[in-house]
């Protein structure tokens, strides 16, 4: 048998075998389904190491994505420091740095925003009341387990698999 075969391949030829009734009764073809299920017990645990190796590149890449993260918000935070540092000079000197085609710097004022001081001394009708809703899924689960029917929902099970960490 080639090893280069897949695992739905080999089963689906070991489920034909178990329908085909004229493989009983042949010594090769039962030696045949023997192999078949050698083959598939081998590449059942190649998929034990298979997983093991995605873990470990989900590891790697994770770890590569965190450090890109903080690299990008210390670009961005320079960015930042740089604006602030020509705000500073210009507010020191009330002069920009000479303007151009590469260097358009202009400063100028946004169209504002609220500084709140002191949250507790605005009048109460600037305030807005949020209410929110929420579904209980954990009192929806427990009730349908223990076999109530709620209309709009239902006891969803999903096969899973275990043994591959």
């Known amino acids: 048998m080639s090893n280069n075969r897949s695992l739905v391949n ?6 034909s075998a178990r329908y ?3 493989i009983w009764e042949n010594e090769e073809a039962i030696d045949l389904v023997d192999d078949l299920i050698k083959e598939r017990f081998s590449k059942e645990n ?16 994770t770890k590569q994505k965190k450090r890109m993260e903080q690299y990008i918000k210390f670009l961005k935070n320079s960015q930042e420091r740089l604006k602030n540092y ?9 002069n920009l740095p000479r303007c151009d085609v590469f260097n358009p ?9 609220v500084d709140v001081i002191d949250e507790t001394v605005i009048p109460q009708e600037y305030f807005i009341e949020i ?18 029917k709620i209309p709009g929902v239902r006891l969803h099970k999903k096969p899973y698999v275990r043994g591959i960490k």
Do not use: C, P
């Open 20 to 22: 085909d009734v004229e």
């Open 86 to 94: 020509v705000i500073e000079m210009y507010t020191i000197t009330d």
């Open 131 to 148: 209410v929110e809703s929420r579904l209980d899924k954990k009192r929806i689960l427990k009730e349908l387990k223990e076999g109530t």
């Open 105 to 113: 710097i202009k400063i100028s004022e946004s169209a504002g925003s």
């Open 46 to 61: 190649g998929m034990q190491y298979l997983y093991g190796e995605m873990e470990g590149e989900i590891t790697l890449f």
């Open 10 to 15: 080999i089963t689906r030829d070991l489920i």
